[in-house]
């Protein structure tokens, strides 16, 4: 009899994990609380078009998509883009896409620019990161305080607020590292990944793979409690779509939310376990999609490093994806909080006065009447807290209950969360599931 397996999420981590079990003859079972695949990757339509709920695009070194996109036949629908970018300090709109771009930042002095370049440059080189080092101080003592003090600090307090100062030196190395993958051998030009058609494209993909080969991925159907039974787990479900209790005993379960939400399904759960994973942190986030009449600028990506400014990006999407698909242009603003900061909570009119207004402060010839459109997506568990020393609270995929485990963005390390590493992640759990239960019944 083939094993069966739950899954819980049908994000890129649990659907990637179910793939690569199916494929490998298990019966699995995805639990998916929302309407959608896709998780953070989820769409929505526009003019008849699908466009990610959240930015998204990937690198050239993101291997793990690329191939999966290959083996789903998916090959020709990634198209690769050559953007701009800026950084927004100070009242002025800084171009900041080549080298030559950093040598005129003049919001740095000149001495300070060469040593900011060869920071990010340096990374790239850098094999293992020292992990008892915070970000902060590893910018001040390798490009200066002032690298630190006028760039670095203000985008790490606009990601991680109060806990700024606390983030690991591993973390921002690996953000210079992954960026500077997509310039190969030429930095002044840098290469950005994007499916037509959204990502949602892949994961539907993956969905319809799953299900053509007997696997279930059961929409609208929230695992509420994670019970271990003498056969294995139970899944208990909330949903109008699904029984109560749906798929009877499974073999084994991975579970591919935030850790949190683990300790509130599984009231089972291995109390030292329980208490590592209640140790990591995450940010909520707030993003917003515009749809306007014109661009804002001509750069894709623009960086905020001003804490007037209630977002720490611009994204202008259509920059990557003609304005056509859309029949309008598209800007998201995306902004990191605690989730109990008041904010989080606030009405979607409340935000789009804030941002609208924010806005107009990078971009003064703005019109109110040029954006068409304004949606708002929350994300509770956006990203993850990487403090000095993280590494530590690590939890491991193999929970010490037997037959669960964990894979979640948390865990994405020392890389950040991404959908190429989130793909990574799936595929090792369904590894380690697979190897488990060839070990359960006697096999090589």
Same mark, same amino acid.
């Given at each position: 009899?083939?094993?069966?397996?739950?899954?819980?999420?049908?994000?890129?981590?649990?659907?990637?994990?179910?793939?690569?079990?199916?494929?490998?003859?298990?019966?699995?079972?995805?639990?998916?609380?929302?309407?959608?695949?896709?998780?953070?990757?989820?769409?929505? !339509?526009?003019?008849? /078009?699908?466009?990610? &709920?959240?930015?998204?695009?990937? *690198? @050239? #070194?993101? +291997?793990?998509?690329?191939?999966?996109?290959?083996?789903?036949?998916?090959?020709?629908?990634?198209?690769?883009? !050559?953007?701009?970018? /800026?950084?927004?300090? &100070?009242?002025?709109?800084?171009? *900041? @896409? #080549?080298? +030559?771009?950093?040598?005129?930042?003049?919001?740095?002095?000149?001495?300070?620019?060469?040593?900011?370049?060869?920071?990010?440059?340096? /990374?790239?080189?850098?094999?293992?990161?020292?992990?008892?080092?915070?970000?902060?101080?590893?910018?001040?003592?390798?490009?200066?305080?002032?690298?630190?003090?006028?760039?670095?600090?203000?985008?790490?307090?606009?990601?991680?607020?109060?806990?700024?100062?606390?983030?690991?030196?591993?973390?921002?190395?690996?953000?210079?590292?992954?960026?500077?993958?997509?310039?190969?051998?030429?930095?002044?030009?840098?290469?950005?990944?994007?499916?037509?058609?959204?990502?949602?494209?892949?994961?539907?993909?993956?969905?319809?793979?799953?299900?053509?080969?007997?696997?279930?991925?059961?929409?609208?159907?929230?695992?509420?409690?994670?019970?271990?039974?003498?056969?294995?787990?139970?899944?208990?479900?909330?949903?109008?779509?699904?029984?109560?209790?749906?798929?009877?005993?499974?073999?084994?379960?991975?579970?591919?939310?935030?850790?949190?939400?683990?300790?509130?399904?599984?009231?089972?759960?291995?109390?030292?376990?329980?208490?590592?994973?209640?140790?990591?942190?995450?940010?909520?986030?707030?993003?917003?999609?515009?749809?306007?009449?014109?661009?804002?600028?001509?750069?894709?990506?623009?960086?905020?490093?001003?804490?007037?400014?209630?977002?720490?990006?611009?994204?202008?999407?259509?920059?990557?994806?003609?304005?056509?698909?859309?029949?309008?242009?598209?800007?998201?603003?995306?902004?990191?909080?605690?989730?109990?900061?008041?904010?989080?909570?606030?009405?979607?009119?409340?935000?789009?006065?804030?941002?609208?207004?924010?806005?107009?402060?990078?971009?003064?010839?703005?019109?109110?009447?040029?954006?068409?459109?304004?949606?708002?997506?929350?994300?509770?568990?956006?990203?993850?807290?990487?403090?000095?020393?993280?590494?530590?609270?690590?939890?491991?995929?193999?929970?010490?209950?037997?037959?669960?485990?964990?894979?979640?963005?948390?865990?994405?390390?020392?890389?950040?969360?991404?959908?190429?590493?989130?793909?990574?992640?799936?595929?090792?759990?369904?590894?380690?599931?697979?190897?488990?239960?060839?070990?359960?019944?006697?096999?090589?």
């Amino acid at each position: 009899m083939n094993p069966k397996i739950a899954i819980i999420g049908a994000g890129a981590c649990g659907l990637s994990a179910a793939y690569e079990l199916v494929k490998n003859g298990c019966d699995v079972t995805v639990f998916e609380e929302s309407e959608q695949v896709g998780g953070l990757s989820a769409a929505h !339509e526009i003019n008849g /078009a699908l466009l990610d &709920n959240i930015y998204h695009h990937i *690198f @050239t #070194s993101d +291997a793990y998509v690329t191939r999966l996109a290959e083996e789903l036949g998916l090959e020709k629908h990634l198209q690769w883009k !050559e953007p701009r970018d /800026a950084f927004y300090v &100070n009242n002025t709109l800084y171009p *900041f @896409t #080549s080298p +030559a771009d950093l040598l005129k930042f003049s919001h740095l002095p000149f001495f300070h620019r060469v040593t900011m370049g060869l920071l990010v440059l340096r /990374a790239r080189f850098i094999k293992d990161m020292p992990e008892e080092q915070y970000a902060g101080e590893w910018v001040a003592k390798l490009a200066g305080k002032p690298v630190y003090e006028k760039v670095w600090k203000p985008l790490l307090e606009s990601k991680f607020d109060a806990d700024a100062a606390e983030i690991s030196a591993v973390w921002l190395w690996n953000k210079f590292k992954l960026r500077g993958s997509t310039r190969g051998k030429d930095i002044s030009k840098e290469l950005l990944g994007y499916m037509d058609g959204s990502f949602s494209r892949l994961y539907e993909a993956l969905r319809g793979y799953i299900t053509a080969r007997g696997g279930k991925v059961l929409l609208g159907a929230k695992a509420r409690k994670l019970s271990k039974t003498p056969g294995g787990w139970e899944i208990a479900c909330a949903g109008s779509n699904h029984a109560a209790t749906a798929g009877g005993v499974f073999d084994a379960a991975l579970f591919t939310a935030a850790p949190a939400l683990l300790n509130e399904t599984c009231p089972g759960l291995n109390e030292d376990y329980r208490g590592k994973i209640s140790q990591i942190k995450y940010k909520a986030n707030l993003c917003a999609v515009l749809y306007l009449k014109k661009p804002l600028s001509r750069f894709y990506w623009t960086t905020v490093a001003d804490r007037e400014i209630p977002f720490v990006a611009v994204i202008e999407h259509t920059h990557i994806v003609p304005p056509a698909a859309y029949g309008s242009h598209v800007a998201y603003l995306t902004r990191y909080l605690d989730a109990a900061d008041p904010l989080y909570g606030a009405s979607d009119g409340e935000i789009r006065e804030l941002f609208t207004r924010g806005l107009i402060k990078i971009y003064p010839e703005l019109n109110l009447s040029d954006i068409t459109g304004f949606r708002l997506f929350r994300s509770r568990y956006a990203q993850p807290v990487i403090v000095k020393g993280y590494h530590k609270t690590l939890p491991d995929t193999r929970t010490p209950d037997k037959g669960l485990y964990l894979a979640s963005m948390a865990q994405i390390y020392p890389e950040d969360r991404g959908q190429n590493y989130a793909i990574r992640e799936g595929i090792n759990a369904a590894k380690l599931i697979l190897a488990a239960q060839c070990t359960k019944k006697g096999l090589d």
